[in-house]
């Protein structure tokens, strides 16, 4: 079993990474190569060590409850990421055990103009948590309504 005080001392002292960023995410490490620059808005990648449960959850989308999509990208974020700390919760985690999110996305104008409204459903939902993640542009969704489509992988360490 794993010391995760000692893993987080060792975690901060890395080149790149600040103290509070490690504490945040004290069961695992992100990996960040101190000649790289730091991405904005996720991680290239972390390593998760120690025993734990793994969350693999399907693709999220903006529809609601109701089945209602709202009209814009940025709305229906904010609708996915809700739906995903939902069932994360389901399953006892929070947006502290993601791992790894990948994102559907269907109109690349849409994203790049939604910035700001997706940023602020960001830190509604998922704070300051920033995962590695992969977005792809695709030519659509099954349900025509959907703009986006996030799917989840989370860790949550056995304490």
């Known amino acids: 079993m794993c010391n995760r005080t000692s893993e987080v001392r060792s975690f901060q002292s890395r080149p790149g990474m600040t103290p509070q960023e490690n504490l945040e995410n004290q069961f695992m490490l992100i990996l ?18 120690g025993p734990g449960r793994w969350i693999v959850l399907a693709g999220q989308t903006g529809g609601d409850e109701e089945g209602k999509y709202q009209p814009d990208l940025a709305g229906q974020v904010g609708v996915a990421l809700r739906r995903i700390i939902k069932l994360l919760g389901e399953a006892g985690a929070g947006p502290e055990h993601i791992v790894r999110l990948t994102w559907y996305l269907t109109s690349r104008s849409e994203y790049e103009a939604a910035g700001a409204g997706i940023g602020a459903a960001w830190r509604e939902t998922l704070g300051r948590n920033f ?5 792809l542009y695709i030519e659509g969704l099954v349900d025509v309504r959907a703009k986006v489509e996030i799917e989840v992988t989370a860790f949550v360490p056995t304490t």
Do not use: I, M, N, Y
């Open 32 to 49: 960040q190569p101190a000649e790289w620059s730091k991405p904005r808005g996720f991680s290239h990648g972390v390593a998760v060590d």
């Open 131 to 135: 995962p590695p993640s992969t977005l």
